[in-house]
Structure formats: structure tokens, C-alpha cells
């Protein structure tokens, strides 16, 4: 007898014929198991959940046969290896079993010890180590957002009492502790975790608290803090408004901090320093006398600085805020203030972001008047408060329209310099540097919005005092400006900032399109496609990188502050960070030449459906166009013959250095980037002749063959032009360099020179030879141009025929589109897209590669006796891009009939599914969500009389459900799914009886009716 532990059980083999098997759990031997009669010499004995904990297990297996009784054991103890991370509101984490490397864990999610779903880690990650991608899962924090109660949640192993990654006390902050009613409840699991906290009050840095777990803490679980309570949680804070001036903007500031709600006691100091407004001076006594804060006024104009350290020295035993008179708080702005005050030692000061707060503004430093995004003050102040809690930066220097000081700083420190600083601007500064020496530091507490409209009270001699006072710090502290300098290049508050855009993406329908920094025609198709899909309700999100920084920004919103800086600190992981967390319905690759090596192998493992647009051949070969070192059409050699060009040429000047393992042997290149591509929900080919050259290399690959959007380009209609005694003019657009011919252009020009042909070239955008062309008297440049201004500068040449020399196959060719839609008549090589575009339409002369300047003059002087006629037609035009293009299917129409046997025969569509709804034996569906999704929602109609009695559901292979269907009614069946994030294959598998004698698949099937996830 032999065993073997496999999956979940032990596998007992090489048993004698008709035996009985027992088996008995741990040192006290309880019957778990027992088969009398055991056939075929082998048996399988699925074992308990609970011995897969990580205690130490015993099977004792016995067999009793016609040979006696025999017995092993089995001993057992589970070696889970496991990480846990998070993204916004959600986590995902991969886990194994090191004792049974093949078996899919199981994972049940519990809220204060109830389990409140469940998961199998069977997805893929790409953060999860080398052979262990596809061990995967993750969840959504299951903490309403709303709830102001803390919680403890645990991730366990189904059956077991095993929490691998700990448990966790969420959502607990000053505010939750004083919603909670603690002391009512000291029996309780909760009460107890909450008041160990409270006595340990070290939740500083971590954002949960690990509970009973003698293992390393996780630092970034959904950001969750408790700060240093080394203040009474019931001391108050004093609130002082110093005032001069704007009587509008002052009652607006009084009445936003009177009507905050915070847990924070709050005590109002409103100071007038004899103020000109006598106006403001008489509501100011009004207003405090109704609404109870205290009201002080100076008998002199004291200025700001020592007006603000009268209040200060009130109330002696409260920390204080100094707030400008020209802003507006909201709800749980000092309970955040007073947190990041108490989350670190030594914190003397903490700002508050704004939207004019110098380096501590949202969306970009310098700020702006207006709150940022169209949202609200409040709205801004809840989004930074969730997307941001708990999160602190320290700055160079606090910024003064907001300022939480703590009293022992004060203490220790002393008050502002009012003889250097009396009238303002600049004693933040110098207070910040003075108690820097002394070791406080100062942040800004990135959860925290409070609306700035700038400089009322000064406004008028601002920029003077600004420029002494700077000059007095800097005289007294030479470092100043250096400091702020580098805080500015590093930027910290970056991500603090994208977190705000991205919270307002996560609730859109988005999708992402990567695109090259060069621009060119990559931009052009993706400028086009982006605008359609956001006439479809897509909000659509450009990624690019400058030399060292990578953008995410919205589409239509150009010089807007709709976007997201990912500089070289946190370069291209927060951005593929971000964009898993908005979780788009799909990524759309238009290049990743210069993208580093972690896009594509972050698209691979995210879960999230991506398409790959071939522009060029870069997949291929690393020099991108297909031409060799000597600038000629290379026509795909043996891999040898590849690596030598590589070798003496070179590769494309922008590809990240990310790919330069691989760059050197095309052979390695291909192989990595076939895997990339066969991942692709489709590769798209924007004209057929591309497809010649990437079949030859990758033939299993997922082709669509789909013009690119753009200019309507001309029907197949032309004309004979009228006779013409002068000379030809020749348009030639674009960037050329040598990839566009420029060299064969040199040659074309002199030849023609030479002869004195009456043939003249005007360059419409620019070129790496200009200089040698502006020597010939038959050139001229026009310039390079903008959009609509292309068609102007054509007329303006008077060209009538447009050429084309480029010397390797393109794949599409905007500049064809343009030319045809102006009127010109193209000549061109017969190469790619160029020929094939040319030659399909059948207007235009071609020539080969390799053509003598005579053969293209000869081509030029037939293309001149042709006048296209622009009248467009639907190449590259789709009614709707998420259907016709990128082929989604979106939720089926509840409302649609079930029934319409009278309509005509079904015509096949995608997936299965046949255009008016009916089902084919086996059916694709390809659904997106926004979220996690956990659940499938099917509804189909079954006519009376079919001979069908289930449906088999699947998600990809995996087997989840059989349904049984009622005909002659709508059945509306739901699915438990593995929990998983964003896109899901759902497969349907039907047991239809086909009537072979009945055309009509509508008499032998159903009707989907509806199909979803959520």
C-alpha cells in the first residue's frame, strides 16, 4: 500500500482486490472514512477542510484484507506562502499551499467573524513570483463607505480557522470610536480590539491594526488610522480667523467652521484687526452674538502676524489653526488635521491641501481659483478624505492659509516674529525653519481640502511684501530655497493628486489607449478613435510618456488639468497601479516602443480585456519599419540575417531600454512578444497587406482586419483633368526622413533639375534633409502644419498630384486619406498599404521600390491628367466602435420580446448568438463590469415544445453550473462566480435535439433574453 497526498485528499494506491479501506484522523483516531469493498487496487479519500490549517495532521490509514490488516499514515502540515496588497478600496493577493503546489486555495472573506462570501485563488497576477501567476484573487473592501462603525476582517482558508494574511481592525478612527459605544460592549471581540488599540495608540505609519498575528504588518490596507492619542480625545481646538478684510468672504469662512461636523471640540476665535469696512466690523458683533464664538477686536491695526499671536496665546492649554478669512471648510476637516498632527511624533504644523495653496494645491502646484473637476468643496474634501486617509507629506515649509500648530510646539518654539513679519507673508515660513532646528516637522495632510480663494486682506501690496520677506528668510536660512526646490523636482504630493482624478474615473465607463511620445500617425488613429468612442458615453484616457514622466489624461479635456503625472520616483507602476484600479472595460495598445517592459507584462496578468493595433512592424523587428541598415526594405531575412542588421545598425532610437535583453536577438524578441499578442482580446490590422508580413512569423495570432478611423476617404470616382501648359506641381506631407524616402526625393529633385522639367515639389511639413532641398530651385517648403490648416496649405500650393517614396510597406497611411480628400492624385511605391489602398480604389500611379527618377516622372506626368473627385464613402467609419470595432456585447435588452417566430430567418452574429437574439447550440458572451463581479444573470425564453431540458455554464474551461430550463416561460437564472475583477468569458453549452429537417435554428433553440454581472 502506497500513499499520496493529491489536491484536497490522499490518493490510496496498490491495494490488494477486495479490501476495506479506514481511515482514522489524528492521535485520538477518529473514524473519518470507510469503504468496504475497495475495486481496481487504488481508492481516493477527499479529507477534511480542517486538516489543511498549518497544525500538524495525522491520517492513519487501514486496510483489511484476505492478507491481514495493514496500516500508514500520513502526516501532514499545510506551508502557505502568500502576499497581500492593495489598490483603492480593493485587495488582491495570491496564495499556495507549498505541500500541494497544484491545489487552487479556497478562501472564505469574514466581517466580525461571520463569513460573508467566498473565493478560490485561481486567477492570474503579475505580481505574483515566477510560477505562481495564476494563484490569484482579489475582492472589494466590503465596508460600506458610509459606515461609520469599525469592523474586524479576516481572509481565511475555507473550513479552517487559519487566517494566512491576519486580521484586520478596519475603519477605525476618532470618529468611529466615538460612534461606537465601546463601553457598552466589553464582552465583545470588537470592544476588546478597539480599546487595545486605544491603550497601545501606536497605529502610525500602518493603516490597519493586525490582530493576534505574530507576523510582519502590511502597510497600506485601505489606509485606515488611529492617531497617537497622547492628547484627550475630548480637548478642544482653538480656531483662529484673523480679519480685515471681504465681508462676504469672511461670514462664508465663519459659517463653513460653525457648520463642519467634526468629533473635535471646537473652540472660535474670530480677531478684527481694525478692519476699513466699518460694514464688517458692526456683522462681525451681530454675528458672533448670535452664534456664541468669541469675537475680538483690535483698537489698532496690529497686522496679520501679530493678531494671529493674540490668538494664539488664548486658550493656552489647545492646540490651534490659523485659518485665512478667505476660505471654506467642511465636514471632518480638523477631526483629519488633528489626526495627521498625532499619526507621527514631532509634527509641529499640518496644511491642508487646497486649491490655491502654492505646493500644497490640487490638481497641480501653483493652484487656481476654482475648485478643481467641477465638483463641490464638499465632495472634494469626502473623495481626498477616502482616497487619502491617513496620508501625510512632510513639505519644506507649512503654508499659512491653514495651519494646525500643535501647543508643545508652540511651547518650545514660541509665536511667530512679529517684528520681522507684522504685516504677513513669510512668518509661516520662518516660524517652520526656526522650529525645524529644534526638531518638529511639518506636513500637509493630503486628506484634507479646504477651499482658498487667495489674498483678500492683502491683496492690493501682496507681491511687495512677498519679495521682502523672502528676502529675509532667505538671508536667515540659505537652504530655503534649495528645499523647496527639490520638494517641488520630487514632488511626494503627485500620487496624493492623481488619487482625486482617478476616484472620479473609477465611477465612469472608461477605457485606456497607450499611444507613442513621437506622435505621428499612431496619434492621428488614436486621436480619431478616441473621439468616437467619447461620443459614445466612453470617457476615454490617453497614457503617454514624455523623456522621463508618463501622463494618464482625459480626451477632450487637452490643456485642461484632466490628467495624471507619473514622474520618475513612481514612474510607470502607479500608473499601471491607477488604471487597474479605475479598472477601464478595456486597454487599447497603440504602441509600447516606448513604454517600459512592465506594460505588457502588466496587460497580460491584469484581467482587463486589451486590443493591439499594428502600426508598424515593432513586434517583428526592433528597428520597427522592417528596413535594413542599408535603409532598404529587408523583406523579413532568417533570424541570422536579422541579428547581423540589428548588430551593425542598430535598433529604433526610442525603444525603452526595458527591452534591451531581448533587442539583440530577434528570435528572443518575437518569442516575447507573441505571448504579449496572443493575450489580446484581438490584434488589429488596419489593412490587409500588413497581414502578409506578420502572418509569416505569427500565424495562430487573434487578426482583425479594420480600417482605421479618420478623414472620409474619396469613392473610386475621377476624372481627366483639363490640359496644362504649366508646370506640375507635386505635394509631398509630412515628417520625411528617411523612413518616408527622403533620400530617393534628394535624387527625384535633382534629376529633375538636371533636365529642367517642368515638375516643382512643395513640402507641406518638414524633413531631416531640409537643408540640401532648399538648394533646389525646383523646391520649396512650405512648412510643417496643424489639423485643418493641411487642406489650406494645399490649396494655397497649387499642387495637384500628391507623392509618396516611402521605401517600406505602411500599414495604413493617413497622409493617403488626406491627399485623396484635398483632390490630389497620389503617386506612390507599391509597397503595403500604399499599393494596396491605391490599387483598391484605382485611382493614382504606382511604382516599384526600386524605380528610376524617369519611371516616377513618367508616373507623376500620368497622375497629373487625372482631378479626383473627394465624395466620401464608409472606409474607415463604424456606426458604433464598442460593437462594429472592438466587437462588446453589451447587456442584453430585458425589455426586448421574448418571442418573434413571425420575423424573418435568424441571420448568425457573434459569439453563437444570432442577430434577433437566438441561441445557437453553444454561445460566447463577453461581458464587462466596473467592479469585482461575483455573479452571472441569465434570463432565456424556451418555447414550448423544444427538445431541450439544461444549459452547462462556463467561464472560460472552468465548469460552474448546470441550469435546468422550463419551456414556455422566461428563466431567469443566477451563477455564483469566482470572484474576479472586471471582464468575464461566459460560455453556454446547450442540449439541444437538432431537427435536421428544419432550417430555422429559432424552432430548435432559445431566446436570450437578458445576460449580466454583477
Known sequence: ???????????????????????????????????????????????????????????????????????????????????????????????????????????????????????????????????YSNFAFGFDNPVAEWDRSAHILGLRVSGTQFYPFGEYLVNLTPESILHSDVDGFKSSRLSESIQQCLKEHNLRQARCRRLGQNLPSLPNIWQICLPNLNYPITSAVNVIIPVYRGIEETINCINSVLAANNATPVILSVINDCSPEQELTLLLREHSAQNGYQYLENPENLGFVSTVNRGMQLHQDSDVVLLNADTVVSDGWLDRMRGAAYREPRVGSVSAMSNNATICSVPYIGG????????????????????????????????????????????????????????????????????ATKGWKHVVACDVFVYHCGSVSFKESAEGFIANNLKVIASEYPDYDYNVHQFLSSDP??????????????????????SLAIGGGVDENLNYTA????????????????????????????????????????????????????????????????????????????????????????????????????????????????????????????????????????DAWRKYWVNFLSGARAVIIPNESAKIYYAQLFEDLPYRTLSHLGP??????????????????????????????????????????????????????????????????????????????????????????????????????????????????????????????????????????????????????????????????????????????YDFLDPVDESRPAIRLEAAEAKPGE?????????????????????????????????????????????????????????????????????RFGYRNIYLKFDVVEKNDHPDVRMTTSLLVKASIS
Not at 632 to 659: K, L, M, W
Not at 803 to 818: A, C, D, K, Q, R
Request: aromatic share 10%; net charge negative; hydrophobic share 40%.
Open 1 to 131: 500500500m502506497k500513499l499520496k497526498l493529491v489536491d484536497e485528499g490522499v490518493l490510496v494506491y496498490g491495494l490488494p482486490k477486495n479490501c476495506a479501506v479506514t481511515v482514522f484522523l489524528n492521535k485520538d483516531r477518529d473514524r473519518f472514512y470507510q469503504l468496504d469493498d475497495v475495486l481496481g487496487g487504488k481508492c481516493y479519500v477527499k479529507l477534511p477542510e480542517w486538516f489543511f490549517d498549518t497544525a500538524e495532521h495525522r491520517a492513519e490509514i487501514e486496510v483489511n484484507s484476505s492478507r491481514g490488516r495493514e496500516t500508514q499514515t500520513l502526516i501532514h502540515r499545510s506551508k502557505y506562502v502568500c502576499e497581500l496588497n492593495d489598490i483603492g478600496r480593493s485587495l488582491f493577493g495570491w496564495i499556495y499551499d507549498a505541500t500541494r503546489p497544484a491545489t487552487k486555495i479556497k478562501l472564505s472573506v469574514d466581517l466580525d467573524g461571520k463569513a460573508i462570501y467566498h473565493l478560490i485563488a485561481e486567477g492570474e497576477s503579475v505580481f505574483a513570483p515566477e510560477g
Open 368 to 435: 487656481r481659483e476654482e475648485i478643481p473637476y467641477g465638483l463641490t468643496l464638499s465632495q472634494v474634501n469626502e473623495l481626498l478624505g477616502r482616497e487619502n486617509s491617513g496620508v501625510s507629506v512632510q513639505l519644506p515649509t507649512a503654508h499659512g492659509f491653514c495651519m494646525y500648530i500643535s501647543r508643545a510646539c508652540l511651547r518650545q518654539v514660541g509665536l511667530f516674529d512679529a517684528e520681522k513679519f507684522g504685516k504677513g507673508y513669510g512668518e509661516e515660513n520662518e516660524f517652520s525653519l526656526r522650529s
Open 493 to 514: 504630493l503627485l500620487l496624493a493628486r492623481n488619487r482625486l482624478l482617478t476616484s472620479q474615473w473609477r465611477q465612469k465607463r472608461v477605457a485606456v489607449l497607450l
Open 531 to 666: 473621439a468616437k468612442l467619447a461620443s459614445e458615453g466612453v470617457t476615454v484616457l490617453i497614457a503617454k510618456r514624455t523623456k522621463k514622466d508618463f501622463y494618464l489624461f482625459e480626451m477632450n479635456e487637452w490643456g485642461a488639468d484632466h490628467g495624471t503625472l507619473y514622474n520618475s520616483v513612481n514612474g510607470v507602476e502607479a500608473l499601471l497601479a491607477d488604471i487597474y484600479a479605475i479598472n477601464p472595460i478595456f486597454v487599447h495598445v497603440h504602441h509600447v516602443l516606448d513604454m517600459s517592459a512592465s506594460v505588457p507584462e502588466f496587460l497580460i496578468g491584469a484581467g482587463i480585456p486589451y486590443f493591439v493595433t499594428l502600426h508598424d512592424y515593432f513586434y517583428i523587428c526592433p528597428r520597427v519599419t522592417l528596413l535594413n541598415d542599408g535603409g532598404q526594405f529587408c523583406e523579413i531575412p532568417p533570424v541570422t540575417g536579422c541579428n547581423r542588421c540589428i548588430a551593425r545598425g542598430g535598433i529604433h532610437s526610442a525603444i525603452d531600454s526595458s527591452y534591451q535583453k531581448i533587442s539583440a536577438d530577434v
Open 712 to 885: 472620409k476617404a474619396p469613392s473610386v470616382k475621377s476624372e481627366p483633368a483639363a490640359l496644362r501648359s504649366d508646370e506640375i506641381v507635386v505635394a509631398v506631407i509630412g515628417a520625411i526622413g528617411p523612413h518616408k524616402g527622403s533620400e530617393k526625393l534628394v535624387e527625384l529633385l535633382r534629376w529633375s533639375q538636371d533636365r529642367s522639367l517642368a515638375v516643382s515639389y512643395k513640402l507641406i511639413g518638414y524633413s531631416d534633409r531640409n537643408e540640401l532641398l532648399e538648394r533646389f530651385d525646383n523646391f520649396e517648403n512650405i512648412g510643417p502644419y496643424k489639423g485643418v490648416e493641411l487642406g489650406d496649405k494645399i490649396r494655397a500650393s497649387g499642387a495637384t498630384v500628391a507623392l509618396f517614396l516611402s521605401p517600406w510597406p505602411e500599414t495604413y497611411s493617413y497622409t493617403l486619406s488626406e491627399a485623396f480628400l484635398h483632390g490630389l492624385t497620389p503617386v506612390a511605391v507599391d509597397l503595403g498599404a500604399l499599393g494596396n489602398r491605391i490599387g483598391g480604389i484605382g485611382v493614382g500611379q504606382l511604382v516599384n521600390a526600386n524605380a528610376h527618377p524617369q519611371e516616377i516622372i513618367e508616373a507623376i506626368e500620368a497622375a497629373a491628367l487625372v482631378r479626383v473627385i473627394p465624395k466620401t464613402y464608409d472606409e474607415g467609419q463604424y456606426i458604433s466602435l464598442l460593437h462594429d470595432y
Open 911 to 979: 459569439g453563437g448568438v444570432y442577430l434577433d437574439g437566438w441561441c445557437g447550440k453553444e454561445v460566447s458572451l463577453h461581458l464587462s463590469a466596473t467592479s469585482h463581479t461575483s455573479k452571472f444573470h441569465l434570463g432565456l425564453y424556451v418555447p414550448e415544445g423544444r427538445l431541450m431540458n439544461h444549459v452547462d455554464i462556463f467561464e472560460g474551461e472552468v465548469f460552474l453550473s448546470r441550469e435546468a430550463i422550463l419551456p414556455g416561460q422566461l428563466n431567469d437564472l443566477d451563477i455564483d462566480l469566482p470572484i
